[in-house]
């Protein structure tokens, strides 16, 4: 933020205070002062507040030092600022007199010049890649009556319409990423900000390290479950690595984990922070948007995989510190009182008990993040080390603007994909296309939407992949047959492996520049550790009970035979079983199988991995007894 200087900061805040203020009007229904806009205005006028920022926070080029803001970014600040400002106060006029295709002179041409400059705005927040992607679809209504493939060939429009479409009608810059953004995002966003300002990530670090401190292997233990409970409320991956693991990967080196061990640990950790809820990331607020369920359906479904993931992960930990005998944090360091740390920080608990109570329970998750965000600054004051200082408050209103102001370029220009395949019809020929293409064959579709959602995940954010896969793949899988949000989970799902996955692998690069490893190296480590997010989506489809989309007794059954499979798969993947200590590498393809016959979901093959897995432990000790006597 050294770019921003004195002025510009204040600007940053006085916008993130106006948008602020309108989101709680809107999504209260207060009409404070008067001010009552329809949604469409409304939306129009948090773009007027975010889009700008892009120009001022982020420089046209990412070179080294601090650069300062050029005369362009200024004109590019404003453009966006004011035309999107005319279009909310005019909201009303542009809905209803059909703007989105035939406006007058003025909106059009601001229109032209604010879809590049949103595509520039893509660009400096985004990168290059999704820019390109987005651009390339934009542009596809003026192809798409010539594309020479059946299921591309949609309605054609002018350059002027597909201009005025984009900017001025519900199908694409203000479609459902943005109204996602409007109804819950901003608001989770700022809770998000706000729990980090009041010092819930060090309080969940320390709470942590008093449970797993003193285990063996604790410190990785510790980011395991720090990342998990961080990552529970922040919802994104490479925030999650910055904030804990600057404390857990020296800690982790220190007792003897290799660091690209200890840089995977916290990569993997990190990433199931994504898809754990209670938040789980922007792509799953958009997800019940999409679906027309309330958010809190989506953190039930999400809850059993994400306990999976960190069985996972946390196994694998287990079995490293055991076989490389490695002890927990030396008495030497200070490890926390539980009880204290709790006395401390009880209020970020009881953040989390009513953020969770105000989804689930009481249905209400527009109104929910506000909420517990007013209740964490008033807490905060508590404790002079949590305490929201003026400097404080301004540091943290400035990071909540470039925050949403990210989400929001990322979500408008993902909203030029969204809107292009709808406007044409090949949205909706290319889920028919699919279908007609994978035949009777459920299982080739779905290898063919893991390796699609991963390919785009490579080149995109996880929400911009998820929006575009929720338009053309999504329907495909429901048409299939499979419970739609079973569905659109199993495409989120795939969408996250990029964050570990080399090449990319952003929460693998993260870690590794600050354990100074080889970032293929701890990418690859950190896929062995998050094995189970590449198979869960394969079981959950089949099996909705391992999202709790069945009776009680099939849900908890099935979760209890799939933990036991993830136990056995991580203990294969990492050569050691508690009981048993270091395995052979045959005994390793057993306990795998084992894993995989437990996990898979038909009851049948369950008692099979059950009575071999049976097998393994009576066979084993039989035959350590035996050589014991022998020897």
């Not at 989101?23 to 001010?35: P, T």
Request: with cysteine; hydrophobic share 55%.
């Amino acid at each position: 933020m050294e770019r921003l200087g004195k002025f510009w900061s204040t600007i940053v805040i006085i916008l993130v205070l106006i948008a602020i203020f309108l989101s709680v009007n809107q999504i209260f229904y207060l009409g404070l002062f008067g001010i009552t806009p329809i949604f469409e205005g409304y939306l129009y006028f948090l773009l007027a507040c975010f889009i700008p920022l892009a120009f001022i926070i982020w420089p046209a080029k990412k070179s080294a030092g601090v650069q300062k803001i050029k005369w362009y970014d200024v004109i590019l600040f404003l453009i966006p600022l004011v035309f999107f400002t005319y279009l909310g106060l005019n909201a009303e006029t542009v809905t209803l007199m059909g703007w989105g295709t035939s406006a007058p002179t003025l909106p059009t041409i601001g229109s032209i010049l604010v879809w590049f400059i949103v595509l520039e705005a893509l660009r400096r927040v985004a990168g290059l890649v999704l820019m390109l992607i987005s651009l390339v679809f934009s542009l596809f209504p003026l192809v798409t009556g010539y594309m020479p493939v059946n299921f591309l060939r949609g309605i054609p429009q002018d350059f002027v319409t597909t201009a005025t479409n984009h900017i001025m009608s519900g199908n694409s810059i203000l479609g459902v990423p943005m109204r996602t953004l409007g109804d819950l995002l901003v608001g989770f966003l700022i809770f998000g900000v706000v729990l980090v300002h009041t010092k819930g990530g060090d309080f969940f670090f320390n709470l942590a390290k008093s449970l797993f401190g003193r285990q063996r292997g604790g410190p990785a233990k510790v980011s395991v479950m720090g990342s998990a409970f961080f990552g529970m409320l922040s919802g994104s991956a490479v925030s999650n690595v910055v904030t804990t693991g600057s404390m857990t990967i020296p800690a982790m080196k220190r007792i003897g984990y290799s660091k690209h061990k200890a840089a995977a640990i916290e990569a993997a950790s990190s990433t199931g922070g994504t898809t754990t809820p209670p938040i789980m990331g922007s792509a799953a607020f958009i997800m019940a948007s999409f679906l027309a369920v309330p958010y809190g359906e989506i953190a039930l479904a999400a809850a059993i995989p994400a306990l999976l993931y960190f069985v996972g992960v946390l196994t694998q930990v287990d079995a490293y510190a055991a076989k490389h005998k490695i002890a927990g944090t030396p008495s030497d360091e200070e490890i926390p009182s539980f009880w204290q740390t709790l006395k401390t920080g009880w209020f970020f608990v009881g953040a989390l008990i009513l953020l969770i109570y105000l989804i689930v329970i009481v249905a209400n998750e527009g109104h929910a993040p506000y909420y517990v965000s007013l209740f964490l600054i008033l807490a905060s004051f508590i404790s002079k080390e949590t305490r929201l200082t003026l400097k404080k408050t301004k540091d943290m209103i400035l990071n909540a603007g470039k925050l949403i102001a990210e989400i929001t370029t990322i979500l408008a220009g993902v909203g030029f994909i969204v809107g292009s395949l709808s406007v044409t019809g090949v949205s909706f020929s290319f889920s028919r296309e699919l279908v007609a293409l994978a035949g009777d064959s459920a299982l080739l579709i779905l290898l063919a939407g893991a390796i699609t959602s991963f390919i785009l995940g490579l080149g995109m954010t996880v929400s911009a992949a998820y929006i575009f896969l929720a338009v053309v793949m999504a329907p495909a899988l429901v048409q299939m047959g499979f419970d739609p949000i079973a569905s659109h989970l199993f495409v989120l799902y795939w969408a996250t492996v990029s964050y570990i996955t080399p090449p990319v692998a952003l929460s693998a690069y993260a870690a590794s520049s600050i354990a100074n490893a080889s970032p293929i190296k701890t990418g690859f480590s950190a896929m062995q550790l998050g094995v189970v997010k590449y198979i869960m989506p394969f079981f959950f489809i089949y099996n909705t009970a391992l999202i709790g989309r069945a009776e009680p007794v099939e849900v908890v059954v099935a979760s209890l035979f799939a933990l036991m499979g993830t136990w056995m798969i991580a203990s294969a993947f990492e050569g050691y079983l508690i009981g048993l200590g270091e395995l052979s590498v045959f005994l390793r393809i057993i306990v795998f199988v084992a894993g995989f016959l437990l996990f898979f979901p038909e009851l049948l093959t369950s008692l099979s991995g059950l009575i071999l897995t049976v097998i393994v432990y009576l066979g084993t000790t039989v035959k350590n007894r035996v050589t014991d006597v022998n020897a």
